[in-house]
C-alpha cells in the first residue's frame, strides 16, 4: 500500500513556537536612514521598537496585513533585527506565504547559521513546499549540533518514508523510540513503515502499544483493519474499521475501505450505508457509480438509475455507466429512456455489440420483432464471432412466422458452429413449428448430446414425446433431468405434470399442475392441462374452471381458443352443465 495512503500525512506545523519571542530590550540600538522616525521617539532604534509593539498589538487581535506594515516599518528602522525578521516570517505564514516566509528565515540564518528553532521552522516550511531533500538536509544539520534531538528525527523518519528510503526511515524512528519509548507518533509512522514493508506482526505490534497508551488514537485502529483485511481477516477488519469509525465520524476513506469489505461479503445493504455517506461528504462521481452498482445488485432500479444519471451527467462519454443506466431502465420497462441511452453508446462506439443487444431486447420485451431483427441483423453485419446472436435472431424470426429467414440464419450459424448447443435446440423449434417432427427430434437429440444438461432441450423432448402419446417412460425420464436441472421452472414443472397423466397418473400428474400454476399463473395450456386432468377424473366443475381460465389467457398461443371451446361444448353436453 503506497505511504501516502496508510500514515497521517506531514503536516506543517509551523508555529514559531521555539523560536525566541523578540521584545524590545532585544534589539540593537541601530539607526537606519529612511526610518519613518516620530521625533517624539527619538532614534531610529527606539522607532523600530514603537513599530514593533504596534505590529505585535495586531498580531494579538489577528489582523495579519496591518501586522506586516508595522513589521515591516520596524525593520526598515532596524534592517539587521532577526528578530523582527521572525516575526515577519511568522506573519507571512499567517497569510499564507509560504515563499517569502522561507526568503526570510533564509535571511536570517545567514547571520546564525545554527540557529536550532530557526533551522526547524525552515525545515518545515521546505517540507509544506514539497522540497523534501532541502528539508532533509536541514534536519539533519539541525541533528549535528543537537543529535538526540527527537522531533528532528521524527520528521526525518517520515521524509526518508516518503522518499521510499526505509533504512534511513526506521533507523530515525528507532533512535526516537530509544530515547522516548512512549512516543505514540514514532510507534505510528514505524508502524506505518511495516505496514508499507508488508511486515504485518511487527506492524500490528507498534499499533496495539499505541493502543495500550491512548484507546483514542483512530488511525492505528484503521492500520490494524488494514493488517486485517491484508491477511483476510475480514471480520477482524470490520471490527477495526468500525472503532476506528467511532472515534471519528467524518473519516470517509474508513468508510469507503468498510463499504469494500461489505461488498466483498456481498453484504450489499451496509455497503450502500456507507456509500451513501460518503456521497453526502464529497461529490464524488466513483462513489455515485459504485452506488448504482450495489443499487443495481439489490435490483433498486430507482435509486440505480438516479446514481447512473448523475455519473452520466458528469461523464457523457462514460460508456460503462450510460450502460448501466440503460439496463436499470429496462428493468423498469423504461424502454423508450434506455433505447436513449443505448444509442448514445452507438453513437460514441458504433460496433458496441452490448448496445446492440440490449436495444434489440427493448424491442422483444415490447413485441416489437421486426425491429428487434433488423438490429440483430445488423449486429451480425460485423459481429459473427458469437453462436449466441445467430440463436436469437433466429428465435426471433421464429416468433414473427418468417421461417425462411429463420432457417437461412440458423444455418449460418451451425456452419461456423456447428457442435452449439443453442443453436440446435433453436432449429429443432424451428422444425416443429414447421411440423417437421422427426427433424425436431433429431435436432433434439444432438442437442443432448452436446451438452446433457440442456434443460429445456430435455423438457421439449420430453414432453413431445408425452404430447403425442410415445416413448412415455423416456419422456418421463427426460423431463425428470429437466426438472432436476430446473426445478422452480413452471413450463418443465407442467410437462411433468402432462407425462404422469399420459401415464395414467392422475393424482400425480394433479399435484405436479398445481404446483406449475403457482409458478406460472398466467398460461393458457398449464389451464387447458389442468382441465383434462378434472375431466379425466370427472370433475366436471373444476375442469370447466380451468378451461376457461385458459381462454383467458388464449392470446398467448395460437390456435387454443377454438380447441379449448371445443373442449368446453363437449363438457357442457355431456354433463348438461
Given at each position: 500500500?503506497?505511504?501516502?495512503?496508510?500514515?497521517?500525512?506531514?503536516?506543517?506545523?509551523?508555529?514559531?513556537?521555539?523560536?525566541?519571542?523578540?521584545?524590545?530590550?532585544?534589539?540593537?540600538?541601530?539607526?537606519?536612514?529612511?526610518?519613518?522616525?516620530?521625533?517624539?521617539?527619538?532614534?531610529?532604534?527606539?522607532?523600530?521598537?514603537?513599530?514593533?509593539?504596534?505590529?505585535?498589538?495586531?498580531v494579538l487581535q489577528g489582523r495579519w496585513e496591518e501586522a506586516l506594515s508595522h513589521y515591516n516599518k520596524a525593520l526598515v528602522c532596524d534592517p539587521s533585527s532577526n528578530h523582527i525578521k521572525i516575526q515577519i516570517a511568522k506573519v507571512f505564514f499567517k497569510l499564507g506565504k509560504?515563499?517569502?516566509?522561507?526568503?526570510?528565515?533564509?535571511?536570517?540564518?545567514?547571520?546564525?547559521?545554527?540557529?536550532?528553532?530557526?533551522?526547524?521552522?525552515?525545515?518545515?516550511?521546505?517540507?509544506?513546499?514539497?522540497?523534501?531533500?532541502?528539508?532533509?538536509?536541514?534536519?539533519?544539520?539541525?541533528?549535528?549540533?543537537?543529535?538526540?534531538?527527537?522531533?528532528?528525527?521524527?520528521?526525518?523518519?517520515?521524509?526518508?518514508?516518503?522518499?521510499?528510503?526505509?533504512?534511513?526511515?526506521?533507523?530515525?524512528?528507532?533512535?526516537?523510540?530509544?530515547?522516548?519509548?512512549?512516543?505514540?507518533?514514532?510507534?505510528?509512522?514505524?508502524?506505518?513503515?511495516?505496514?508499507?514493508?508488508?511486515?504485518?506482526?511487527?506492524?500490528?505490534?507498534?499499533?496495539?502499544?499505541?493502543?495500550?497508551?491512548?484507546?483514542?488514537?483512530?488511525?492505528?485502529?484503521?492500520?490494524?483493519?488494514?493488517?486485517?483485511?491484508?491477511?483476510?481477516?475480514?471480520?477482524?477488519?470490520?471490527?477495526?474499521?468500525?472503532?476506528?469509525?467511532?472515534?471519528?465520524?467524518?473519516?470517509?476513506?474508513?468508510?469507503?475501505?468498510?463499504?469494500?469489505?461489505?461488498?466483498?461479503?456481498?453484504?450489499?445493504?451496509?455497503?450502500?450505508?456507507?456509500?451513501?455517506?460518503?456521497?453526502?461528504?464529497?461529490?464524488?462521481?466513483?462513489?455515485?457509480?459504485?452506488?448504482?452498482?450495489?443499487?443495481?445488485?439489490?435490483?433498486?432500479?430507482?435509486?440505480?438509475?438516479?446514481?447512473?444519471?448523475?455519473?452520466?451527467?458528469?461523464?457523457?462519454?462514460?460508456?460503462?455507466?450510460?450502460?448501466?443506466?440503460?439496463?436499470?431502465?429496462?428493468?423498469?420497462?423504461?424502454?423508450?429512456?434506455?433505447?436513449?441511452?443505448?444509442?448514445?453508446?452507438?453513437?460514441?462506439?458504433?460496433?458496441?455489440?452490448?448496445?446492440?443487444?440490449?436495444?434489440?431486447?427493448?424491442?422483444?420485451?415490447?413485441?416489437?420483432?421486426?425491429?428487434?431483427?433488423?438490429?440483430?441483423?445488423?449486429?451480425?453485419?460485423?459481429?459473427?464471432?458469437?453462436?449466441?446472436?445467430?440463436?436469437?435472431?433466429?428465435?426471433?424470426?421464429?416468433?414473427?412466422?418468417?421461417?425462411?429467414?429463420?432457417?437461412?440464419?440458423?444455418?449460418?450459424?451451425?456452419?461456423?458452429?456447428?457442435?452449439?448447443?443453442?443453436?440446435?435446440?433453436?432449429?429443432?423449434?424451428?422444425?416443429?413449428?414447421?411440423?417437421?417432427?422427426?427433424?425436431?427430434?433429431?435436432?433434439?437429440?444432438?442437442?443432448?448430446?452436446?451438452?446433457?444438461?440442456?434443460?429445456?432441450?430435455?423438457?421439449?423432448?420430453?414432453?413431445?414425446?408425452?404430447?403425442?402419446?410415445?416413448?412415455?417412460?423416456?419422456?418421463?425420464?427426460?423431463?425428470?433431468?429437466?426438472?432436476?436441472?430446473?426445478?422452480?421452472?413452471?413450463?418443465?414443472?407442467?410437462?411433468?405434470?402432462?407425462?404422469?397423466?399420459?401415464?395414467?397418473?392422475?393424482?400425480?400428474?394433479?399435484?405436479?399442475?398445481?404446483?406449475?400454476?403457482?409458478?406460472?399463473?398466467?398460461?393458457?395450456?398449464?389451464?387447458?392441462?389442468?382441465?383434462?386432468?378434472?375431466?379425466?377424473?370427472?370433475?366436471?366443475?373444476?375442469?370447466?374452471?380451468?378451461?376457461?381460465?385458459?381462454?383467458?389467457?388464449?392470446?398467448?398461443?395460437?390456435?387454443?381458443?377454438?380447441?379449448?371451446?371445443?373442449?368446453?361444448?363437449?363438457?357442457?353436453?355431456?354433463?348438461?352443465?
Open positions: 500500500m503506497p505511504w501516502g495512503l496508510i500514515t497521517v500525512c506531514l503536516v506543517v506545523l509551523f508555529t514559531f513556537a521555539q523560536i525566541t519571542p523578540v521584545f524590545a530590550a532585544d534589539m540593537k540600538k541601530t539607526g537606519t536612514p529612511g526610518c519613518p522616525v516620530d521625533k517624539k521617539y527619538g532614534n531610529a532604534s527606539e522607532q523600530a521598537e514603537v513599530w514593533y509593539m504596534l505590529g505585535y498589538q495586531q509560504i515563499a517569502e516566509s522561507v526568503s526570510m528565515l533564509e535571511d536570517v540564518l545567514k547571520r546564525e547559521p545554527s540557529n536550532i528553532p530557526v533551522l526547524m521552522a525552515l525545515a518545515e516550511l521546505y517540507n509544506a513546499q514539497k522540497r523534501v531533500d532541502d528539508a532533509i538536509a536541514v534536519y539533519e544539520k539541525v541533528l549535528k549540533a543537537e543529535p538526540e534531538k527527537t522531533d528532528a528525527l521524527l520528521f526525518l523518519g517520515v521524509l526518508y518514508a516518503s522518499k521510499r528510503d526505509f533504512e534511513k526511515s526506521q533507523s530515525r524512528l528507532e533512535r526516537v523510540l530509544t530515547k522516548e519509548p512512549e512516543n505514540l507518533m514514532a510507534m505510528y509512522y514505524l508502524g506505518t513503515l511495516y505496514l508499507e514493508k508488508k511486515k504485518f506482526d511487527a506492524a500490528e505490534t507498534q499499533f496495539k502499544k499505541i493502543i495500550a497508551n491512548n484507546p483514542n488514537f483512530y488511525a492505528a485502529y484503521l492500520n490494524l483493519g488494514l493488517i486485517s483485511e491484508a491477511r483476510g481477516k475480514l471480520k477482524d477488519a470490520e471490527d477495526y474499521y468500525n472503532r476506528a469509525l467511532a472515534l471519528n465520524p467524518q473519516n470517509l476513506f474508513i468508510r469507503e475501505r468498510l463499504a469494500q469489505l461489505y461488498i466483498s461479503g456481498k453484504s450489499y445493504d451496509k455497503a450502500v450505508r456507507e456509500l451513501e455517506q460518503i456521497a453526502k461528504n464529497i461529490p464524488s462521481v466513483d462513489i455515485h457509480f459504485k452506488l448504482g452498482m450495489l443499487y443495481l445488485q439489490e435490483k433498486e432500479f430507482d435509486k440505480a438509475v438516479s446514481e447512473f444519471r448523475i455519473v452520466v451527467t458528469a461523464r457523457p462519454k462514460d460508456i460503462l455507466s450510460r450502460y448501466y443506466l440503460a439496463i436499470a431502465l429496462i428493468e423498469l420497462k423504461l424502454y423508450e429512456d434506455a433505447r436513449t441511452e443505448l444509442k448514445a453508446i452507438l453513437n460514441t462506439d458504433p460496433k458496441n455489440v452490448n448496445a446492440f443487444l440490449n436495444l434489440a431486447m427493448t424491442y422483444v420485451k415490447q413485441e416489437r420483432y421486426p425491429d428487434a431483427a433488423k438490429v440483430y441483423e445488423e449486429v451480425l453485419s460485423f459481429e459473427q464471432s458469437r453462436a449466441e446472436i445467430f440463436a436469437e435472431v433466429g428465435h426471433i424470426y421464429i416468433q414473427m412466422k418468417d421461417y425462411k429467414k429463420a432457417d437461412d440464419v440458423l444455418g449460418r450459424g451451425l456452419k461456423l458452429f456447428k457442435d452449439n448447443d443453442e443453436l440446435n435446440f433453436t432449429m429443432a423449434v424451428l422444425f416443429e413449428k414447421m411440423g417437421k417432427m422427426d427433424q425436431m427430434i433429431a435436432y433434439l437429440k444432438k442437442t443432448i448430446a452436446i451438452n446433457p444438461k440442456n434443460a429445456d432441450a430435455l423438457n421439449y423432448l420430453g414432453y413431445s414425446y408425452a404430447d403425442k402419446g410415445i416413448h412415455l417412460e423416456e419422456a418421463l425420464s427426460l423431463i425428470q433431468r429437466a426438472v432436476a436441472l430446473k426445478p422452480d421452472s413452471g413450463y418443465i414443472i407442467d410437462s411433468l405434470g402432462w407425462v404422469y397423466f399420459r401415464l395414467g397418473k392422475k393424482e400425480e400428474a394433479l399435484k405436479y399442475l398445481k404446483k406449475a400454476l403457482v409458478t406460472v399463473s398466467d398460461d393458457p395450456t398449464l389451464f387447458e392441462h389442468l382441465g383434462d386432468v378434472y375431466e379425466s377424473m370427472g370433475l366436471s366443475r373444476k375442469a370447466l374452471d380451468a378451461w376457461n381460465n385458459s381462454i383467458k389467457h388464449h392470446a398467448k398461443e395460437e390456435g387454443l381458443k377454438k380447441r379449448v371451446e371445443e373442449k368446453i361444448s363437449k363438457l357442457k353436453i355431456k354433463y348438461k352443465l
